[in-house]
């Protein structure tokens, strides 16, 4: 077991710069039920989406003796990286994921598990696969109001649902991570409301 670490306000946790303490309380939760069995794999920070491509427009410009055109930007393009990929195992999924269809029906039990996973029609013994974006108990960035319409962006154009996590609640509706139970500084227990 390894400290979490502070270096000009990132967090580094095996070497890995985390933007958050919550993305390796997630990191821990994965690392788990990786153990388990219930996943297969993890990616942090997997390949960033474009949604929108950066809108271009030439402009002209004149002068007494030529006309030139010349790139314009109005606004950058809309990407987005979620924190975590997640490939389920069978037994993850069956615990874990609350598994929708291709036309949003869902396939489980009417109880909402803590994530969610879209089956793939065409190739429906696929892996099953879902995306989290990890959140603290407190969005200083306007993240609250940003996450939800960027939600609804990605699920549009792309048709993956990303599941928003505060680690502490999915904590205590699930498990506690072995490694969370000792404070981020391994020097004590860590207490636990």
Not at 38 to 43: D, G, R, T
Not at 109 to 115: A, C, I, L, M, N
Request: aromatic share 16%.
């Amino acid at each position: 077991m390894k400290k979490i670490k502070t270096i000009d306000g990132k967090y580094y946790h095996n070497g890995i710069k985390h933007a958050s303490k919550e993305e390796i309380y997630f990191r821990w939760f994965c690392d788990d039920l990786v153990k388990s069995g219930h996943i297969k794999y993890f990616i942090y920070q997997p390949d960033q989406w474009e949604l929108i491509a950066k809108p271009e427009y030439y402009w002209v410009k004149k002068n007494i003796k030529s006309e030139t055109e010349k790139p314009g930007n109005l606004m950058d393009s809309l990407k987005y990286t979620p924190d975590y990929e997640i490939t389920w195992s069978k037994k993850g999924v069956e615990k874990y994921v609350y598994l929708l269809n291709h036309e949003n029906i869902s396939v489980h039990s009417k109880r909402r598990k803590p994530f969610v996973a879209i089956s793939n029609k065409c190739y429906p013994d696929d892996a099953l696969t879902s995306y989290v974006d990890v959140k603290g108990t407190y969005g200083q960035h306007g993240d609250d109001v940003k996450f939800p319409v960027l939600q609804k962006i990605i699920y549009y154009i792309k048709f993956i649902y990303v599941e928003k996590i505060i680690p502490k609640k999915l904590f205590t509706k699930t498990f506690y991570p072995e490694r969370y139970l000792l404070t981020d500084g391994l020097t004590k227990k860590r207490k636990i409301n």
